[in-house]
């Protein structure tokens, strides 16, 4: 599960993390003084619990969540705040805990356990609601086709439309990223960048360059960068 932490203080960002990180289902894939960068576009739609401060610097976090939630995208939210009166306005947003600050391992361990249920809840939902499928609707020079999912070696998102690219051929879909990342991370894609979801089985090599970045290389010798978020997933498959 991907969790990201909102905190204007670092230390207490630093402290959330390694509790967090003690659980072996927990990824934290990165923390931050604000949400900006993951506000824009479909960003926010691949974290799967924010854990939101809410007395921030530039922003209140109450405020904030209350703009989240109303998105499609919204993931969970857990409040951790060294103020205990805005509970009742967290429950309002369907918060799924609050905790105070100063942090106790124990009190975390069961907000984590809360998280983890409703998660796994959630991803079987998924999982029966998006059945396998063999052939997707795509269209092209204002055709329909039905394209073979897999010869589709990667979707993108340029000028707000979603594209499947195969070895031949682009075409557009309707779905946006985030529905097509939860419709199809069971039949063997992954989202490895806000704006790519690749094919596994079209994947053939990881090239590093630079400090700790990564593109991964596709069939066709399609080079698809990966975002610092999903390296660690990305390693995984290569047993680094």
């Known amino acids: 599960m991907k969790v990201f932490i909102v905190d204007d203080e670092i230390l207490a960002r630093e402290e959330l993390r390694y509790i967090l990180e003690q659980n072996e289902k927990i990824e934290v894939v990165g923390d931050a003084e604000d949400l ?3 506000l824009e576009e479909e960003a926010l739609g691949t974290i799967d619990c924010l ?7 530039n922003e209140n976090g109450m405020e904030l969540a209350k703009k989240i939630s109303e998105r499609p995208d919204c993931p969970m939210l ?4 060294a103020y205990d009166d805005y509970a009742i306005q967290a429950f309002e947003v369907d918060a ?7 942090f106790d391992d124990t009190r975390i361990a069961q907000t984590v356990e809360k998280v983890l249920q409703r998660y796994e809840k959630h991803q079987r939902q998924e999982q029966e609601q998006f059945e396998p499928i063999q052939k997707m609707a795509v269209t092209y020079e204002d055709r329909i086709a039905l394209v073979k999912l897999e010869d589709i070696l990667y979707f993108t998102s340029e000028d707000s439309k979603t594209i499947a690219v195969t070895e031949k051929k682009s075409y557009i879909v309707s779905d946006s990223l985030v529905t097509l990342e939860k419709r199809l991370r069971h039949q063997g894609y992954m989202r490895v960048h806000r704006a790519f979801i690749i094919n596994k089985e079209h994947l053939l090599e990881l090239e590093p360059w630079g ?7 596709l069939q ?6 990966v975002s610092r978020m999903y390296v660690k997933e990305v390693r995984k498959l290569f047993d680094l």
């Open 96 to 102: 799924v805990d609050y905790i105070l600050k100063p």
């Open 220 to 225: 066709g010798n399609i080079s698809i960068p």
């Open 51 to 57: 854990f939101l401060d809410i007395e921030l610097q």
């Open 36 to 38: 900006q960068s993951y």
């Open 211 to 217: 400090t700790s970045k990564y593109n991964v290389i």
């Open 78 to 81: 857990v409040f951790a705040t």
